[in-house]
């Protein structure tokens, strides 16, 4: 059962087979960037991005359940001098997913198999914001 | 309906952090030359998900925004910002969960950045920039499952090609 459960194809695969349920079931799909605007009070027209940040808190509970099943939670204290990385860091992040609704790692996983030409031209420009910045930060 | 959000995000979370899915470590294994396991987590989840979108039906996502520029320019920032903090908004709640409170910081630091662009870009961009939301099959006046099935059979090759044994 362990195997099972660490098996990395696998629970992609589930990852993906539940994406298209939440479609199939609610006519609601997956979405990361706009589902934190509830953290500056925007709630979105009929509450669409609360329900979206509820996804999203459950990710971190259902991450939570996983890492505590199978001994993989580990409490860890953030390293003083790596600070900034998180602040500057999540503050791009803040900007990245509002300047344009639908840029979000989730364009990989939703906005592309969805055939959405603006998840597309986010991706572009996600590539070369990750290669520029890990050139700059291993050279 | 928010219950069933919960639900539905207890399940991703739970297949993410099994899954060790973090597209920011992932692109940095790709760009070293070790990127076999988001690879394969990516086109497993794009075949998957393009079928099961396709057959359910099409729906754009997100919103273009300037012809496409903000768009671009919004992803070279997220990108910028994955790469610095070492986690995508995927891996960042994932890593959350697993008990790394730098991902806590990472997290409350969206604030300011939403901030900026809600309560003072927004309000001077929104009146001059046109708003579409188009998908490919639209956009090349294409039949849907062409753009799919396109997708899917790229997908699968590199699937065989990345696990191909030496």
Known sequence: MRKFFSTYWIMAFGFAVLNVFMYMSIKKFWIGGSSFLPMIGVMG?????????????????????????FGE????????????????GGA?????????PGTCTTSFVTGIPMLSVSSFLSAAGIFVGVFTVYNWMTN | MLLIGLLFGIGFGFFVQRAGLCFSQGFASLIMGKGKRILTIWFIILIVTSIGFLLLGLKPIGQIRGAGFFNILSGIIFGAGIALSGGCVLGTLRQLGEGNLFYLIVWISFIPGMWLVVKVLDPML??????????????????????????CVI????????????
């Open chain 2, 155 to 166: 997908a699968l090759f590199g699937l065989l090609i990345v696990n191909k044994k030496k």
């Open chain 1, 92 to 100: 791009l992040i803040g900007v990245g997913v509002t300047l344009a």
């Open chain 1, 73 to 88: 939670f580990k409490l860890r204290m953030p390293a003083g001098k790596d600070l900034w990385k998180a602040v500057l």
């Open chain 1, 45 to 69: 027209d009929n509450n669409k991005f609360l329900f979206a940040f509820v996804v999203n808190l459950g990710v971190i509970l259902g991450s939570f359940i996983g890492a505590k099943s």
């Open chain 2, 126 to 151: 929104l009146k001059n920039y046109n708003v579409q939301n188009i998908l490919i099959p639209q956009l090349l006046s294409i039949p849907a499952g062409y753009v799919t099935g396109t997708i």
